[in-house]
């Protein structure tokens, strides 16, 4: 039913950017919500940004805050994630996030390594 399909990983140095992008299927706009969640080793999955159907902001974690900017394309049903002056400690894995009917959809996840 749902697919997420996530790309754009890699390493890179600090101060630098890169760009996740999601590819969703169904469409983004039947979503309740969608988002980017991150992952580091013997961390818990904490959020990065999301977006609920309902509202008209897009909400960022304080630590992602003026450095990350999540982009919904309607036609193209994708969610990016646009990461600029990125620090070692944004390295984890990444996952793209939707909520719909009640339940919870993951991607499989693409690694960020950030470098000192």
């Known amino acids: 039913q749902v697919q997420l399909v996530e790309s754009g990983g890699g390493l890179v140095q600090a101060g630098g950017s890169l760009r996740l992008s999601c590819a969703a299927s169904?469409?983004?706009?039947?979503?309740?919500?969608v988002g980017w969640y991150r992952q580091s080793p013997g961390q818990q999955r904490e959020l990065v940004a999301t977006?609920?159907?309902?509202?008209?902001?897009?909400s960022y974690a304080d630590a992602v805050k003026g450095r990350f900017t999540m982009f919904r394309d309607y036609s193209k049903s994708t969610i990016d994630l646009q990461m600029d002056n990125l620090k070692p400690e944004d390295t984890a894995a990444y996952y793209c996030?939707?909520?719909?009917?009640?339940?919870?959809?993951w991607g499989q996840g693409t690694q960020v390594t950030v470098s000192s």
């Open positions: 996030h939707v909520f719909w009917y009640g339940k919870d959809y």
């Open positions: 977006h609920a159907k309902s509202s008209i902001d897009t």
């Open positions: 169904p469409r983004i706009f039947a979503f309740n919500r």
